[in-house]
């Protein structure tokens, strides 16, 4: 089992950057996915970013190039670098774990960020 903890929400202006941090505890090792999501008021919650074991990353085409996920295995935590930030950012973010050969999910409490001026 694994537990995460995710940092950094806040309040920042359209155009902003905001850098969100999840720290994992646990099995560590049989973490195969790691990822982030997030749900905004009155919408479904959508995939953000998400990094493999192996180092391979994804990302919606709509977020490509403004939203950078990566691992710092030194210190296990996975963090989600947002910049160009817009109102339509608005959401909790969660920072989300597919551990064992059954990709159990596990999730994060959330954070909130808030985009406005």
């Known amino acids: 089992q694994v537990q995460l903890v995710e940092t950094g929400g806040g309040l920042v202006q359209p155009g902003g950057s905001l850098t969100l941090s999840c720290a994992v505890t646990g099995s560590i090792e049989s973490i195969y996915v790691m990822g982030w999501y997030r749900r905004a008021p009155g919408k479904r919650r959508e995939v953000v970013a998400t990094?493999?074991?192996?180092?391979?990353?994804n990302y919606p085409d709509s977020l490509k190039g403004r939203f950078i996920i990566s691992r710092d295995n030194a210190n296990n935590t996975v963090n989600l670098q947002m910049n160009s930030l817009k109102p339509d950012d608005t959401a909790v973010y969660y920072c989300?774990?597919?551990?064992?050969?059954?990709?159990?999910?596990?999730w994060g409490q959330g954070t909130q960020v808030t985009v406005s001026s």
């Open positions: 990094i493999a074991k192996g180092g391979g990353t």
């Open positions: 989300n774990a597919q551990y064992g050969s059954r990709l159990v999910d596990y």
